[in-house]
């Protein structure tokens, strides 16, 4: 029960929500299905809510195993005392145990341990009282040449060793240092000699301090990678005289000798052992800290990508485009199967684009072809332009993303998927599905490597992993999967699933045809009452035997709507399309302990709209003609742009020029705005003002803000304070880090 109070407080939810979340999580229920279909059971938890509970859940059984194993240790050592192990229970954190176990904790060989060894720990507990005005002869009764202390200072100096460890190790001390740390502490960051010229990426740093506390995520993760790349030092620094005196106050008692021996061990303690202790910690903590920003940031922008509108089930022409190689092209049916593949080269002269104009008609007619998919790669505006100027009027020209596709085409699964065709066909292949449903293509690629990452690789890898599963699980059962085309990737992420039933349901979809209903699934083999419960209802099957298997509405209320139908003279199908039958439903009739409004809410709402994809609808985009390259534009230029990737300094825009240009969150709107998902979301559509173009360093500058408020940016002070040049100047250079890194 402990856990449920601990968790209810910090998530300001009821204990009975915790331990209902925590119940449906330990028998296996999904994150998706448990926010979707036990709104009753949970209060109506979101997602992020219940990952929140799962989350902590998993730190607060951690801390325990911690625990066990920690009075274990102290225990075996025979030291542990009734009133330590209440300390130890009653941790509230892992910093906070670990420090009640340093003490105890097995070291190797220090001077407190050696001088423990001579039998000093006596002198240094007499010390420690500052009570013996003659500390000198107190000393000498512990010379002994045999135990290897030779003279007075040599004891007295032992005795301050073992003083200064257990100062060093108190946890108070530990407490209040941390505290000063945290609060007070600064990042220092500096060049290394004779680095300079390697180092330009992070000149910003080259002499940079800042309030720890305050660094920003994307700041403190670019002065660890320069540290990592041995350009930069990087120090995190503290006043003395904010901690010192703190622990003056807890171990000096007088003025004598003894204390004069006490301090002098204090400052020793802290220099050479608490201060270093500290730093390790803190980094460790910053470090945490900036990577769940950029984990959360990282996650936010591949969950709004994976959402992109979809074109849909369309015939297809995509085109990977390129110079001296050609533009591998493939044509899609409109279930994205490939029908033919062929190479064109549109830029290798007047014969070479007569040709290829000539093979993209004859498919376009051919195949009844309704939009052509082209890659923004090398040649991506050329080739737009190319097919522009054909005059197909008739069909949709979009210019699509391609980050990933280079990965996806060399990939097992595209290997698997076409075996028989070349990395430059599979690119072309992946870039035309893309547009049809990006979610379904995606999924086939790791997060990591599609483009909207913020310092992805220098992050926790585990919880990066962690958090970007979770995204991509929560997207794919949000939209539902069409169980008869889905391929194995997108099953694999339906609640329940996971690659091995997912490849078993296409086992079985392949050796028996298309699925008649969802209660056929339970014919799959390995797939079980449990896995059915919470899969079911993301799956879809059109013209299915019961006209609910297209909708959300779980299998396990088929027989409430079905009742629903009858006490208004109905049947189920009229229900879904009839809204004057549906007004007649009174859902306050249907409440159970099982079933209550908020999933009576959701299943009329699905009744009304079957299936319905929640991602926008899809709307052509094109960029301005006449500008491909940095060297076209002009500062004053407004142009139409996408969002291609949103950090926590701003937002980056691709406007057609092959180099995406930087909205800096100052830049952003008219106002004040703290995080740039307040205003853009990956893939929006964007209207940008060009205010800087750096050719030779490949960089563009924007801005999102009206003309009559588009201001000169103020130049930074001397004391490092980070005004709105010095953050656009510093967030450029990032932004072209960010681009080397993608």
Known sequence: MAYEITISQELGVT??????????????????????????????????????????????????????????????????????????????????????????????????????????????????????????????????????????????????????????????????????????????????????????????????????????????????????????????????????????????KGKDEASAQVRLALLDSYKRLLKPSMETEVRVLTRQRADEEAIRVFADNVRQLLLTAPLGQKRLLAIDPGFRTGCKTVVLDAQGSLLENTTIFPHTGAGGAAEAAKTVKHLVDKYNIEAIAVGNGTAGRETEEFVRKLGMQAVTLVMVNESGASIYSASDVAREEFPDHDVTVRGAISIGRRLMDPLAELVKIDP?????????????????????????????????????????????????????????????????????????????????????????????????????DASAVHPERYALVEQMAKDVNSNVADLLTNEEIRKQIDLKKYVSEQVGLPTLNDILGELSKPGRDPREQFEAFSFTDGVHTIADLRVGMKLPGIVTNITNFGAFVDIGVHQDGLVHLSQLANRYVSDPHEVVKVQQRVLVTVTEVDERRNRIGLSMKTEEKLNPTPKRDRNNRSNSQSETDMASKLAALASKFK
């Open 15 to 252: 204990n009975r929500q915790v331990s209902t979340t925590i119940a449906l999580l330990d028998e296996g229920a999904t994150i998706p299905f448990i926010a979707r279909y036990r709104k009753e059971m949970t209060g109506s938890l979101d997602e992020v809510q219940i990952a929140s509970i799962r989350d902590r859940l998993q730190q607060l059984r951690d801390l325990d195993k911690r625990k066990d194993a920690v009075l274990k240790s102290i225990n075996e050592q025979g030291k542990l005392t009734a009133e330590l192990e209440l300390q130890v229970k009653s941790a509230e954190s892992m910093a906070i145990l670990e420090d009640i176990y340093l003490p105890f904790k097995p070291k190797r060989k220090t001077r407190a341990s050696v001088a423990r060894e001579k039998g000093l720990q006596p002198l240094a507990e007499q010390l420690m009282e500052q009570h013996n005005p003659d500390i000198f002869r107190l000393a000498e009764r512990f010379v002994s040449v045999e135990n290897g202390v030779d003279k007075i200072e040599d004891a007295l100096s032992g005795a301050r060793d073992i003083i200064a460890e257990q100062i060093a190790e108190d946890t108070e001390v530990r407490t209040l240092a941390r505290k000063v740390f945290l609060e007070k502490g600064r990042f220092v960051s500096r060049v290394v000699s004779g680095k300079e010229e390697a180092a330009l990426k992070y000149k910003d740093y080259f002499e940079w301090s800042e309030s720890l506390k305050d660094a920003p995520s994307h700041r403190v993760l670019a002065m660890r990678r320069g540290e990592k790349e041995e350009l930069l030092y990087l120090d995190i620094v503290v006043d003395e005289a904010d901690i010192v005196p703190m622990i003056d106050q807890r171990y000096i």
């Open 448 to 548: 990591k490597s599609i483009g909207v990452g913020q310092y992805q690789h220098d992050v926790d890898q585990h919880k990066l992993q962690t958090a970007l599963d979770d995204t991509v699980v929560s997207c794919v059962n949000a939209v539902g999967v069409e169980l008869n085309t889905a391929s194995k990737q997108i099953l694999a992420y339906i609640s329940g699933l996971g690659p091995s039933l997912a490849q078993q349901i296409v086992n079985y979809r392949t050796a028996n045809g298309p699925f008649r209903s969802r209660k056929e699934l339970k014919k799959v083999p390995r797939l079980g009452d449990k896995a059915f419960e919470q899969a079911a209802g993301f799956l879809r099957i059109r013209h299915g035997e019961h006209p609910l």
